[in-house]
């Protein structure tokens, strides 16, 4: 019998301070996934060391959407002198590599399988609003923050006036996310990020989206943290050959969010699509109270003695960044 190749080829090019990425995607399409993650960083002349940071995926299971990681495996060439594993006090684990010497050029290879299931498209949650049981850890996702701005007026009064004669938690939540994807004007790359300039100018991408949302609804005493991934998107084109058959998919960076439940725990929600929930394609990496707290993830660290150092790109298309 035939054996039928399935290869599922994602290039991604995410330039930024001449940096690239080169992502590969095996098969299934459907979840489970295979994720390989190529980088490439040149270092200038005169670095006395240089250090590297990874946030691995976690996994996570709650009654509403679950996440399973394995086979994770992050490679240096060359390898790096030193090596530190921490989970920082957000609950992500960082990885960070420093090279004492820091060499010419530092490839980076992170490959791992990943699952993910949302079981949320038909929310049942009987939590009252306003909530009066929170978690004690939830709580930490109540506060406001600087791109967060929960304690604004401007902001805790378009909170009161959309959640008003509300009386369950999931409404509330459906209409502060709701007033936000349909009164903002999406731009790729905004001025600033937090909640207070989103609200201002009804402008900004995804992190802009996020940040109003959780100022909206920390205002109204529901904890929301924001998650920033990747999404893993449908095939658009296919090029089948005999026995073989490619497809290519988009995959960006992206921020969106959770809200806390009683009965359901962190729940997914994406402000960018009407608060509908997000899908088995959205791979979590990074969570914290705003975006300034989830940039772990590929976070370069030079020595002052670096001159010239950057990342380089890497001969591959551009897909855009989605940030």
């Excluded at 937090?194 to 100022?215: I, K, R, S, V, W």
Aim: some cysteine; overall charge neutral; charged content about 20%.
């Amino acid at each position: 019998m035939q054996k039928i190749l399935f290869a599922v080829f994602f290039i991604l090019a995410l330039c930024a301070e001449g940096f690239c990425e080169k992502h590969l995607l095996r098969p299934p399409l459907a979840t489970p996934a295979r994720c390989e993650f190529a980088e490439q960083f040149n270092i200038g002349k005169g670095a006395a060391s240089v250090s590297l940071s990874f946030v691995v995926p976690p996994d996570y299971q709650t009654s509403s959407s679950s996440q399973t990681v394995s086979d994770f495996a992050l490679v240096f060439s060359p390898p790096s002198q030193k090596r530190e594993i921490s989970t920082d006090q957000w609950g992500n684990q960082i990885i960070k590599s420093t090279w004492q010497a820091a060499p010419a050029t530092i490839d980076v290879k992170m490959t791992y399988n990943v699952q993910s299931e949302v079981r949320s498209r038909d929310r049942a949650s009987s939590a009252p609003f306003p909530l009066t049981d929170v978690d004690p850890f939830a709580k930490i996702y109540l506060q406001a923050t600087k791109q967060v701005q929960a304690d604004d007026p401007a902001i805790q009064a378009l909170s009161s006036e959309l959640t008003a004669g509300t009386n369950a938690e999931i409404e509330a939540v459906r209409k502060v996310i709701s007033h936000v994807a349909d009164r903002l004007n999406y731009v790729a790359k905004p001025p600033q990020y937090d909640a207070l300039f989103t609200l201002e100018t009804g402008t900004g991408n995804c992190q802009n989206y996020c940040h109003l949302c959780a100022a909206l609804l920390r205002a109204a005493g529901i904890p929301t943290r924001i998650v920033r991934g990747v999404t893993l998107k449908d095939p658009v084109n296919i090029n089948a050959a005999p026995g073989v058959a490619t497809f290519k998919i988009d995959r960006r960076k992206h921020s969106w969010i959770e809200v806390w439940f009683p009965d359901l725990g962190w729940a997914p929600y994406d402000p960018q699509t009407a608060g509908s929930p997000v899908s088995g394609r959205f791979v979590k990496i990074e969570i914290g109270p705003d975006n300034d707290a989830t940039r772990n993830d590929g976070l370069v660290r030079r020595d002052k003695a670096v001159t010239n150092s950057f990342r380089t790109a890497l001969p591959v298309s551009s897909t855009g960044d989605g940030e």
